[in-house]
């Protein structure tokens, strides 16, 4: 097999070739058709959240099964599947046993603490595995599979208010945007100050306001959406929302969150954070988008540009996603 490896934090992905992996008890072999390339793959590769090394990054994969271990049920060879960030839990901790195995103490993250899918193939955990829409091909479907779920979770963290904020609009927030103006919500996209292409494609999307993160909207919003990793939006979130509103904080990684006045929270206001994901979210997820009829916006590179893909993902270079296809590589070699 052929992948793109992270050696250590801060060393750019080079290829490498390795034997063909097999499953063990409850695992596949998925034969890669498309990965997504997200926003945590650029904290593992920058080292601030916890990964082993080397290790593969990737966690938006979709392929298709071609090997199954002994204890694989309910899954078939050649089944499209989509594989996500929480690769495993443990089934018996407090967490696991409500239900709630997004919050893991043994948790497995794909594409950090095992081998995800900028490659040609992986294992994954079968109970991890998600079916997918068939209204989507693989290389669309592949942005689900993280901005979209964890861009779900944050959403439905959020509560059942009309007016709702979104800063950072990027794979996570085109995605939910969608499901949000679906379900009858009125969206206000914030964005990088300057960013009049994202704010043109967010109003696209059916937001009936889009502006710079910094400027206050016309309205008071009932919650925000933090999926930009910047710790200062908080404060600025938390100024944008009603008595009683929420402030959920989507990503992974966030740089600290300056002081701001008790005044600001005060009101009943709320901080969340969002974790992972869980199998219900996927299922539920899957659902919400075939009913909105959702569609990703996306740029493909072939796997071996994996480094210029994170790269543009990193400096906004465009709008939506990014999916590496790794039928592009060499797997005469693999």
């Known amino acids: 097999m052929i992948a793109m490896q992270i050696d250590a934090p801060h060393r750019p992905l080079r290829r490498v070739e390795r034997p063909m992996p097999h499953p063990s008890a409850g695992q596949v072999l998925i034969e890669i058709s498309a990965c997504g390339v997200c926003r945590t793959d650029l904290h593992v590769l920058d080292g601030e959240i916890g990964a082993r090394y080397p290790i593969i990054p990737g966690h938006?994969?979709?392929g298709r099964v071609i090997e199954l271990?002994?204890?694989?049920?309910d899954i078939a060879i050649g089944q499209r599947v989509g594989v996500?960030?929480?690769g495993h839990s443990c089934g018996h901790c407090p967490y696991c046993a409500e239900g709630r195995e997004n919050l893991c103490d043994y948790p497995e993250f794909t594409g950090a603490t095992r081998d995800g899918g900028y490659a040609t193939h992986v294992i994954a955990d079968a109970h991890f595995c998600f079916a997918l829409p068939?209204?989507?091909d693989d290389a669309h479907a592949a942005p689900l599979l993280c901005a979209g779920l964890i861009g779900w979770r944050a959403l439905r963290l959020a509560g059942e208010g009309k007016r709702l904020g979104i800063y950072g609009f990027g794979a996570a927030a085109h995605i939910v945007a969608q499901v949000a103006v679906g379900q009858g919500r009125d969206v206000y996209a914030f964005t990088r100050s300057g960013?009049?292409?994202g704010q043109d494609f967010a109003r696209s999307l059916?937001?009936?306001?889009?502006?710079a993160s910094t400027q206050p909207p016309p309205v008071q919003l009932d919650a925000a959406l933090l999926f930009a990793p910047v710790g200062a939006l908080v404060p600025l979130a938390l100024r944008a929302v009603r008595k009683g509103g929420r402030v959920v904080c989507a990503g992974i990684h966030m740089s600290d969150i300056p002081s701001f006045p008790y005044s600001e929270l005060w009101g009943e206001r709320q901080i969340l954070s969002v974790a992972n994901l869980t199998r219900e979210d996927g299922t539920s997820f899957f659902k919400a988008v075939a009913a909105?009829?959702?569609e990703t916006t996306i740029r493909r590179y072939p796997l071996e540009q994996a480094n210029q893909a994170l790269a543009d993902l990193r400096s906004g270079a465009f709008v939506g996603a990014a999916v590496l296809t790794p039928e592009m590589a060499d797997r005469s070699r693999g």
Do not use: F, M
């Open 60 to 62: 938006e994969i979709v």
């Open 69 to 73: 271990g002994s204890d694989a049920d």
């Open 84 to 86: 996500p960030w929480l």
């Open 134 to 136: 068939d209204s989507y």
């Open 195 to 197: 960013d009049i292409e």
């Open 206 to 211: 059916g937001c009936i306001w889009a502006g």
């Open 292 to 294: 909105n009829r959702v």
